[in-house]
């Protein structure tokens, strides 16, 4: 983090931050702060994504600067937030060098300035450490705002089995700085649209059982989203319906890519000790232990198929362990 902090501190090109696709609370919020914190110290600071912003983060000051990936412009530093490469940002980015701000696990070095912890429960709890450590006083309301959306998102709203002591110190020193809570949570999970409700009742009406109840699985067909005028970024957060319920230790959904029918958006979800990490990393893919994901091609049933055999052969070497 010394060096991260060294490196930002005395760089004056221009700088690009950036995070991956489909972007979620933790890569929107990791950008937004330091995007502003940034701005404060002077740099000359641009943010961008290839995607549009999900609705759920419309009320995060400085949206409105966030750019469209692909940009023109090559820029002398490029930070990743919250993502294991650049290619994560499923188009190019122009830059002379890189530096990665992350806690993916087993990802690309772009230098000894990057900062990846793979024990933090979200990138913005690594922005939050660098920015608190930097120049604590910069740290305003709107870039705490920020960080506690990631923080919340990323851990499932202090659900997930990521949590450590550590992040409780975190989320106060957050609200201290003027995150409220009570309206962050209003605004992320209170302000469903219509249409994701109806895509919702779609999907549930897909939710299938293997293996004796231990695994669910939920589908997303290009025709849910024709029918009810919802759009992919609808579908963030319904593979928890599956996780939720009693006796399911392993989850998924599988999302059929509306400008691609033939290729699935793969979201794999686990309690505890269950390792999806594994699951997806042999898929393809990658995550967290408890969250992962992984894109394949082929028919519905098909692709149902072979997420259920890499399934099924995992939770047998679970039980002989
Ligand atoms: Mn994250």
Same mark, same amino acid.
């Not at 060294?6 to 937004?32: A, C, Q, R, V, Y």
């Not at 110290?41 to 000359?44: A, D, I, L, P, R």
């Not at 949570?185 to 299938?208: C, D, G, M, W, Y």
């Given at each position: 983090?010394?060096?991260?902090?060294?490196?930002?501190?005395?760089?004056? +090109?221009?700088?690009?931050?950036?995070?991956?696709?489909?972007?979620?609370?933790?890569?929107?919020?990791?950008?937004?702060?330091?995007? $502003?914190?940034?701005?404060k110290?002077?740099?000359?600071i641009?943010?961008?994504?290839?995607?549009?912003?999900?609705?759920?983060?419309?009320?995060?000051?400085?949206?409105?600067?966030?750019?469209?990936?692909?940009?023109?412009?090559?820029?002398?530093?490029?930070?990743?937030?919250?993502?294991?490469? #650049?290619?994560?940002?499923?188009?190019?980015?122009?830059?002379?060098?890189?530096?990665?701000?992350?806690?993916?696990?087993?990802?690309?070095?772009?230098?000894?300035?990057?900062? #990846?912890?793979?024990?933090?429960?979200?990138?913005?709890?690594?922005?939050?450490?660098?920015?608190?450590?930097?120049?604590?006083k910069?740290?305003? $309301?709107?870039?705490?705002?920020?960080?506690?959306?990631?923080l919340?998102?990323?851990?499932?709203?202090?659900?997930h089995?990521?949590?450590?002591?550590?992040?409780?110190?975190?989320?106060?020193?957050?609200?201290?700085?003027?995150?409220?809570p009570?309206?962050?949570?209003?605004? #992320?999970?209170?302000?469903?649209?219509?249409?994701?409700?109806?895509?919702?009742?779609?999907?549930?009406?897909?939710?299938?059982?293997h293996?004796?109840?231990?695994?669910?699985?939920?589908?997303v067909?290009?025709?849910?989203?024709?029918?009810?005028?919802?759009?992919?970024?609808?579908?963030?957060?319904?593979?928890?319906?599956a996780? +939720?319920?009693?006796?399911v230790?392993?989850?998924?959904?599988?999302?059929?890519?509306?400008?691609?029918?033939?290729t699935?958006?793969?979201?794999?979800?686990?309690?505890?000790?269950?390792?999806?990490?594994?699951?997806?990393?042999?898929?393809?893919?990658?995550?967290?232990?408890?969250?992962?994901?992984?894109?394949?091609?082929?028919?519905?049933?098909?692709?149902?198929?072979?997420i259920?055999?890499?399934?099924?052969?995992?939770?047998?070497?679970?039980?002989?362990?």
């Open positions: 983090m010394e060096k991260t902090i060294e490196k930002l501190d005395n760089f004056n +090109g221009s700088i690009l931050i950036f995070t991956h696709e489909n972007p979620d609370g933790d890569g929107i919020g990791s950008m937004l702060a330091l995007y $502003k914190f940034l701005k110290k002077g740099k000359n641009d943010m961008a994504m290839k995607d549009e912003l999900p609705h759920t983060y419309d009320f995060l000051s400085n949206v409105d600067k966030i750019k469209k990936l692909p940009v023109d412009k090559v820029y002398d530093l490029g930070i990743l937030v919250d993502a294991a490469g #650049v290619f994560r940002a499923g188009t190019e980015v122009k830059a002379k060098e890189f530096m990665r701000i992350d806690h993916h696990r087993e990802g690309e070095k772009y230098g000894d300035w990057d900062y #990846v912890d793979i024990t933090a429960p979200s990138t913005t709890t690594l922005v939050a450490k660098l920015l608190k450590s930097w120049d604590e910069l740290i305003d $309301k709107d870039i705490a705002e920020s960080l506690y959306v990631g919340l998102t990323d851990t499932g709203s202090f659900r089995s990521n949590i450590t002591p550590e992040i409780f110190d975190i989320a106060k020193f957050l609200v201290k700085k003027g995150a409220d009570v309206y962050i949570s209003h605004k #992320v999970f209170e302000r469903n649209k219509p249409e994701a409700i109806k895509l919702l009742n779609k999907v549930l009406s897909t939710l299938q059982f293996e004796g109840g231990k695994v669910a699985s939920l589908t067909r290009k025709k849910f989203f024709d029918d009810t005028g919802a759009k992919e970024e609808d579908t963030e957060g319904f593979v928890n319906f996780r +939720g319920i009693d006796g230790d392993i989850a998924f959904i599988m999302i059929q890519k509306p400008n691609r029918p033939d699935w958006r793969v979201s794999l979800r686990s309690k505890g000790k269950y390792n999806v990490q594994e699951i997806a990393k042999e898929l393809g893919g990658g995550g967290h232990r408890n969250a992962s994901g992984c894109r394949l091609n082929g028919e519905e049933d098909e692709v149902r198929e072979r259920l055999r890499v399934i099924n052969k995992k939770l047998k070497e679970e039980e002989n362990k």
